[in-house]
């Protein structure tokens, strides 16, 4: 089978822009090129960007995917999301982006037909970027730009463990949420340094009503958000639940997310005897600030990495928080002003710290407008859109 024909029947990957180039170098018209827009082209179509996300559920990595989402509508582009149903669906829906139920298997090699079949849907759509939500994708999206010879952008989501950021011949851009991930993407991840981009979280931070007041007569609620794997450290947060039933104090928990280990997580509530006060679940919702707000005190207990998308969004509506003291709480949390730290993985600190805040009342809600003032005079919201609309632009292929 010759190469021609190997390509036309899909098993071979399409020619590269450089392989068409003329007799003097120049591209051909209808050539893709990545870049700013030249000023001597005369036409730009509408650039189309598919999203690889692993499922809607209710996590930082979904809501920083709808963000993204406005920021594509606002630059102009036609979106697409490729993705596993889950509780945020209907959130997505709204957006207006196009939804594609389908298999996103990784490592590729494991299940080879349903990579095959997903590459199928890829073909068919023919983006011209991929933009990789989370780096848990990062195998099956080099397979894919390779095979289907599409550039791509990967998100880190967590502290990286395994070198799975190597960079490949189409990867434009590794987009980190924090200061504090660039040395373990280098170190652990064997990342390419120069395509290394911070994009910090930038959650709406728009509320619906005000928060609760912890001085009143309705039963205090404590609350965590997020994807449950092992990371999460919801474990820590039953078993702080555990030691305030015990005190005797009267408390309600609920845990909004959904992942991996959340039968494991119910196990261990009723191990613990919480049960009856202590609840995991993930409804379908399209208002998730107005939950949020349900909240009387936020706790973060993230083991390792990054506290989050939704972290940093109960903090931005003034919600009084707790951090676990991992590096990017550190890099904007200030202890006692707008939010309090325990040590991560430390169930009695995390009891004595809930029951630090519910006995100041006033000292909590102080310390939750301090959050909220620093949110908004950040304007992170703001520079989270403008700074993906500008890598967007950067990169923006143009018809010549």
């Known amino acids: 089978m010759d190469q ?14 450089h392989e068409a180039r003329g007799a003097r170098g120049d591209p051909p018209r209808g050539t893709l090129i990545l870049g700013k827009v030249r000023p001597d082209v005369g036409h730009c179509r509408v650039v189309h960007v598919v999203y690889l996300h692993p499922a809607l559920v209710c996590s930082g990595t979904t809501e920083r995917l709808l963000a993204s989402l406005g920021a594509a509508r606002e630059a102009g582009l036609r979106a697409t999301v490729l993705s596993r149903p889950g509780s945020r669906t209907l959130a997505l829906q709204q957006t207006g982006a196009e939804l594609l139920h389908v298999e996103l298997p990784e490592p590729a090699w494991r299940e080879p037909f349903a990579a095959w079949r997903t590459r ?60 504090t991930f660039v040395e373990r993407a280098v170190n652990r991840g064997r990342a390419d340094r120069t395509l290394l981009r911070v994009l910090e979280n930038g959650p709406s931070i728009e509320r619906p009503w005000e928060p609760h007041d912890l001085d009143n007569e309705r039963l205090p609620c404590i609350g ?45 509530v009723r191990e613990k005897g919480v049960h009856d006060t202590f609840t995991i679940a993930a409804p379908a919702m399209t208002d ?78 102080e310390m939750g407008l301090r959050a909220r003032t620093a949110a908004l005079e950040a304007r992170r919201t703001q520079a989270y859109r403008r700074a993906l609309t500008e890598l967007y632009e950067e990169l923006r292929p143009a018809v010549v």
């Not at 104090?249 to 261990?268: I, N, Q, S, W």
Request: with cysteine; charged share 20%.
């Open 4 to 17: 021609g024909h190997a390509r036309a029947v899909g098993l071979a990957p399409a020619p590269l822009a």
């Open 120 to 179: 199928s849907v890829v073909r068919r759509l023919a983006p011209d970027l991929l933009h990789v939500t989370d780096d848990r994708l990062a195998g099956l999206a080099a397979a894919l730009s390779a095979s289907l010879r599409i550039p791509y952008l990967l998100e880190v989501a967590r502290q990286v463990r395994k070198p799975t950021l190597r960079s490949h011949g189409l990867l434009r851009a590794i987009l980190l949420p924090c200061p």
């Open 224 to 268: 965590a958000l997020g994807y449950l794997d092992e990371d999460h450290g919801t474990q820590t947060l039953i078993d702080a639940a555990q030691l305030l039933r015990a005190r005797g104090r009267h408390l309600r928990f609920v845990v909004l997310g959904e992942g991996p280990r959340d039968e494991a997580l119910r196990r261990r």
């Open 288 to 365: 998730l600030a107005g939950l949020m707000l349900e909240l009387d005190l936020h706790a973060s207990c993230t083991l390792e990495g990054g506290a989050g998308w939704l972290a940093d969004r109960a903090l931005g509506l003034g919600i009084p928080s707790i951090f676990s003291a991992v590096s990017s709480s550190l890099h904007q949390i200030t202890d006692e002003r707008n939010a309090l730290l325990y040590e991560p993985g430390n169930a009695p600190e995390l009891a004595e710290r809930i029951a630090a805040v519910l006995d100041d009342p006033d000292g909590a809600s």
